[in-house]
Every structure is written in structure tokens, then in C-alpha cells.
């Protein structure tokens, strides 16, 4: 495994214009996640833990500062660069499932395979073994609408793997189940990402499921500090 981190922040600043002004939401954030660390990022609802993974993921830009993922540094990127980027190095589980309706689960775990070039016999044989390590064997079929809400996140972290990312961001990916089934479904999360050696920076409310990661950070007055 290379000692370059999987993501680097590093003087990340991000406001944004309201009525009542400019709201600086991140004031220089550092942040280094190395390969295999699991991450839990814990603060107040409106600090902008949203906004950092966002920023995290390629998703949105800077105002200032640099993200540099796998030892790429995505600043001056174009963005078909920061796509191609995003889709072969960043899997993204969200609170909720973002799963395309109209596709079974299978095709759901097999289309971003085949965005970035899998061919499909091969896309689909990654996927059989993802659904069927998170217990969904025999569901392949199932469109999202006919699983329950714990097998579709399973779906949807199946989904944020499958192209076997460095790196993993989660916004609170087992914030819409109940208590018992999201116990299970974190711990499945971790062992799969443990199992992968992936690096990952998970957004959660829940303080038990923090301590269960590696380091908990924090964000205050825009930075990212220990918690
Ligand atoms: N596009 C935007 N335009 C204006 N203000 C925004 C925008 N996005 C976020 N904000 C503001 O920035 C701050 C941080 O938002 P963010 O969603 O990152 O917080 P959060 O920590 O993820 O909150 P929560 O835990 O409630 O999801 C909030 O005050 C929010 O209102």
C-alpha cells in the first residue's frame, strides 16, 4: 500500500452567500485520511460536514485551499478529469439510498462499473459477490422498491464499492433505519471497508457508531479538529 493519503485537504476554505450575508463554513480545513483508516466526523447539524463531503467527493469546489485525492491534486482540474477522478477512486453512501429506481439491484451495483469501462460480464460477476457478501443473494432481481430499507442500503454500499475506491464518504449511511438494523448494517459497512483496505470519512450523529472507527474528528469554527 503507497504512504500517499487517499485524500488530502489542506487549507480548505468554502462560504457561501446568504441574506444575512457571507457564511464562511470551512476557514482552512486540513484533513489527511491514509490508506485503510476509517474516519467518523461528529459535529453539530450546520457546522458543514455536508459541505466537506461534498468537497471531499468532487462534487462542488473550493473557494480556496486544495483536495487532492490518491496524490492527485484537483484544483486546476477540468472537469471531465475530476469525473473520470470521482468515479474510479470515490465510492458516496448517503443517508438515503439514491438507488435508480427503475433498475434491479444488480444493474443498480453494475451501471457505475460500467461508466468508468468494466465490461459488463465482468461488472456483473463483481457485483454478484458484492450483493451476495452483504446477504442479498437470490435478490439480484429485486428493484429497489421490493427490498427493505436495510438491503437497499446494503445495495447502495455494494454500489459505493464496486469499483473498488481508495476512498469512501458516507453522510450518515445508516441514518434512515431503525436502531437494530442500523447496528448491523454499520457493522457490515466497517467490516467491508476494513476488508478493502479502503479509507473512509463517515458523517454520523450517532457517538457509539464513532467510537467503533479508528479516529473521530470534529469540525469548529471551520476547521477539522480531533473530537
Ligand atoms: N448552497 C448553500 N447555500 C447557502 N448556504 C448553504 C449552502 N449549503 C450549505 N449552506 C449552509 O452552510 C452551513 C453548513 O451546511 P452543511 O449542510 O454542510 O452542514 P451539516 O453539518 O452537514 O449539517 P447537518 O448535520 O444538519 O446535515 C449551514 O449553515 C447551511 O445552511
Do not use: C, W
Amino acid at each position: 500500500m503507497s504512504d500517499t493519503p487517499r485524500l488530502r485537504l489542506s487549507g480548505v476554505t468554502r462560504s457561501f452567500r446568504t441574506e444575512a450575508g457571507e457564511l464562511p463554513v470551512l476557514r482552512g480545513a486540513d484533513l489527511d485520511l491514509n490508506a485503510g483508516e476509517i474516519v467518523a466526523l461528529v459535529a453539530p447539524s450546520g457546522t458543514g460536514k455536508s459541505t466537506l463531503l461534498h468537497l471531499a467527493g468532487l462534487l462542488e469546489k473550493p473557494d480556496g485551499g486544495k483536495v487532492i485525492v490518491d496524490g492527485q491534486d484537483t484544483s486546476g482540474m477540468a472537469d471531465k478529469a475530476r469525473t473520470a477522478l470521482r468515479g474510479q477512486s470515490i465510492g458516496f453512501v448517503y443517508q438515503f439510498h439514491h438507488l435508480l429506481p427503475e433498475f434491479t439491484a444488480l444493474e443498480n451495483v453494475v451501471l457505475p462499473q460500467m461508466a468508468i469501462g468494466t465490461a459488463r460480464a465482468a461488472a456483473e460477476a463483481r457485483a454478484h459477490e458484492l450483493l451476495a457478501s452483504f446477504g442479498l443473494k437470490g435478490r439480484e432481481a429485486h428493484r429497489p422498491g421490493r427490498l427493505s430499507g436495510g438491503e437497499q442500503q446494503r445495495v447502495a454500499i455494494s454500489r459505493a464499492l464496486a469499483n473498488r475506491p481508495g476512498l469512501l464518504l458516507a453522510d450518515e449511511p445508516t441514518g434512515n433505519l431503525d436502531v437494530g438494523t442500523s447496528d448491523l448494517v454499520f457493522e457490515e459497512l466497517l467490516a467491508a471497508v476494513r476488508n478493502a483496505g479502503v479509507a473512509a470519512l463517515i458523517a454520523t450523529h450517532n457517538p457509539d457508531l464513532a467510537a467503533r472507527m479508528d479516529r473521530v474528528v470534529t469540525l469548529r469554527e471551520g476547521h477539522v479538529v480531533p473530537a
